[in-house]
């Protein structure tokens, strides 16, 4: 079965276009890989954490900053699909 991503976010931090952004390169890029990415409003605040799976791979409190696209493409296609080339998102 193919994974789901979550984009949990704090709808009083304002970051709601942020998530949405981030889930429109999420599913531009892996759309074969992907079920599904989806919009949480969190009921914490501050809270900005991404899941695959129902598994945390980041989260803004612990990392200190949001994910670059970049990075964060690179993280989910290390679980999704480690043989996809990312062209120019890809590490060096």
């Known amino acids: 079965m193919k994974p789901t991503i979550v984009i949990e976010y704090c709808p009083k ?3 709601l276009l942020k998530a949405a952004y981030m889930a429109q390169e999420i599913l531009t890029t892996f759309t074969d890989d992907i079920k599904m990415v989806s919009l949480q409003p969190s009921e914490v605040a501050g809270r900005y954490t991404i899941f695959v799976n129902n598994k945390a791979i980041f989260d803004r ?7 670059e696209i970049k990075e964060l493409k690179q993280m989910i296609r290390d679980i999704v699909n480690p043989t996809k080339n990312l062209g120019h998102s890809d590490k060096k």
Not at 61 to 67: L, N, R, S, V
């Open 61 to 67: 409190k612990e990392q200190g900053h949001f994910p």
């Open 13 to 15: 931090c304002g970051w």
